[in-house]
């Protein structure tokens, strides 16, 4: 028993010295809410998800970016010619090389539209020239200016298909800003709730302090009785466990407040080893009770309505739907149309090429038909199936969210009722406890009652006051889990004056 004093003493001793240390730093759930939005890891890490949702529709788009395009070929080569002719019935064959230079090129924008089809401008030229070891040269400059349109017919046809990729990102974009404002709504919660942990495990510190001082008062009481010979030494030892006892509930209470305070600054200021080292959180502000009036209806309908994972079930079915109108349109087979309108040059001469083109002297058109119908086309098909087989996985997870979500709502409004109850039946025992230790007091200063009784009676007054605070604050829990499971983001923004670096109602 003397080994559990001396412990508990210098666990008391190197507390205290601890504490002098630290600074102690006045909070409010306002203050850590603040800290929570502009420090917590979390809320970090879902910012980024908007900003990379804004690039994958970025890159939708650069789909239909116009494409310059170049080619440059050049070609030089030498050949032997053998050539024969005729004089007076003699055959008279010539031998020399032709050397063979072409330069050819091609350049022109391209650019995909959302019909299905692109239209771009080409530009080719060619240059042959064939010089020969007689001298004799031949050069011939080819221009074309080329208008070439296409279109898809069937596969592929309409804006709808052509636009399905960037439609899907827009509505990612929207379920990345509703799971960022969730990870907020999410995050106060925590903070409210542990907030509430933290003033919890205070105020039970204090009840264990009070417990534990009135216990060394029974003993002294105690001592002066046995050196007075009117009980016996052995109640002496009774007062000293008791003294144990107390004080380890309340080294237990203490380690409760060092590990909400660590939960607390793990969710409002992390990865700050001289906040989690140096400062001792307060907490200065005590929720009062607040009466709820609970509509469970209306509450559900609000539910339904407001909350963002509901809304981004709803964004999935939306996908779902884009993705099954695509890969039905892929059924179909390939027919694309090419129209191609073009002015050409050809001359000897460089100049003379180009004038012809300015002079529109040579007008060229084509049209082109290219059908493609797959065989079997069990790749398409099975990407349609596919996904209609995920739209309706899709539909019963949303069905399911739905349901949770009223199951959550039910649980919360009858924790809500029951932590009301609770405080009611734990403040009449508290008040009876009051009453059974005055008297209890009176018995033993008159004799009539043993120690053992007396801290028992004790014992129970502090498990009585604990009780009363434990369901104060599971109230006040409650009332949060509630308001989360509805939620109550706007609610809280305006309660507790917090503003957001975006409008949480424009997601």
């Known amino acids: ?101 072409a330069i050819v090129y091609s350049g022109g924008v391209m650019k995909r539209h959302q019909f299905g089809g692109s239209i771009g401008i080409f530009q080719n030229f060619n240059y042959l020239k064939n010089a020969f070891d007689n001298e ?23 804006i709808d298909p052509n636009t399905a990729n960037y439609r899907v990102a827009q509505n990612n974009l929207k379920i990345a800003k509703y799971q960022h404002t969730n990870k907020i709504l999410n995050i106060f919660a925590e903070v409210q709730l542990t907030y509430l942990d933290l003033v919890n495990a205070i105020e039970n510190v204090r009840l264990q302090k009070e ?35 107390k ?17 607390l600054k793990s969710i409002i200021q992390p990865s700050d080893l001289n906040y989690y080292e140096n400062i001792r959180l307060l907490p200065i502000e005590i ?12 509450t559900i309908k609000y539910a339904i309505n407001h909350r963002m994972d509901i809304k981004q079930g709803r964004i999935n079915l939306k996908n779902a739907d884009i993705n099954i109108a695509f890969r039905k349109n892929q059924l179909l087979p390939k027919l694309d149309l090419t129209v191609n309108v073009g002015l050409q040059g050809q001359d000897n001469e460089h100049a003379a090429a180009l004038e012809q083109i ?39 997870e949303y069905q399911d969210l739905e349901n949770r ?30 009453r059974q230790i005055t008297i209890q007091k009176k018995k033993y200063r008159a004799g009539v009652i043993s120690l053992y009784r007396l801290q028992n009676t004790e014992k129970s007054l502090t498990e009585a006051k604990v009780n009363e605070i434990n369901a104060i604050v599971a109230h006040q829990k409650a009332v949060v889990n509630l308001e989360r499971s509805q939620w109550a983001l706007p609610l809280w923004l305006q309660r507790y004056d917090i503003q957001l670096p975006f409008v949480a109602g424009s997601y």
């Open 287 to 298: 929720p009062n009770l607040r009466k709820n009036n609970i509509n469970f209806e209306e």
């Open 136 to 158: 004799e040269n031949d050069s011939v400059f080819n221009y074309e200016t080329e208008l070439r349109i296409t279109q898809s017919l069937l596969r592929n046809f309409g």
């Open 405 to 434: 979500v009223i199951f959550e709502i039910r649980n919360n409004i009858r924790s809500l009722a029951t932590s009301r109850r609770r405080i009611t039946t734990a403040e009449k025992t508290r008040e009876i406890a009051e």
């Open 247 to 263: 004080q380890d509930n309340l080294v237990v209470a203490e380690r409760n407040v060092i590990y909400s305070e660590d939960r």
């Open 1 to 101: 028993m003397n080994a559990k004093l001396y412990f508990a003493a210098l666990f008391f001793f190197v507390n205290t010295i601890l504490c002098a240390q630290q600074q102690q730093q006045e909070i409010t759930i306002h203050n850590c809410l603040a800290r929570a939005l502009n420090h917590n890891l979390g809320i970090k890490i879902k910012s980024f998800e908007p900003l990379i949702a804004q690039k994958d529709i970025a890159i939708t788009q650069g789909a239909f970016d116009p494409v310059i395009t170049f080619d440059f070929a050049y070609e030089n080569s030498t050949d032997a010619v053998v050539q024969q002719f005729q004089l007076n019935d003699i055959v008279i064959q010539d031998v020399f090389e032709k050397d063979t230079e």
């Open 358 to 396: 300015y002079n529109i002297d040579q007008v060229s058109w084509g049209v082109q038909l290219s059908l493609e119908v797959p065989i079997g086309n069990r790749i398409a098909n099975n990407r349609y199936q596919k996904n209609i087989l995920q739209k309706k996985r899709l539909l019963v």
């Open 211 to 245: 417990a534990l001082k009135l216990s060394h008062r029974f003993y002294d009481i105690t001592k002066m009785q046995v050196k007075a010979g009117a009980i016996p030494a052995i109640d002496l030892l009774d007062a000293e466990r008791d003294i144990a006892e």
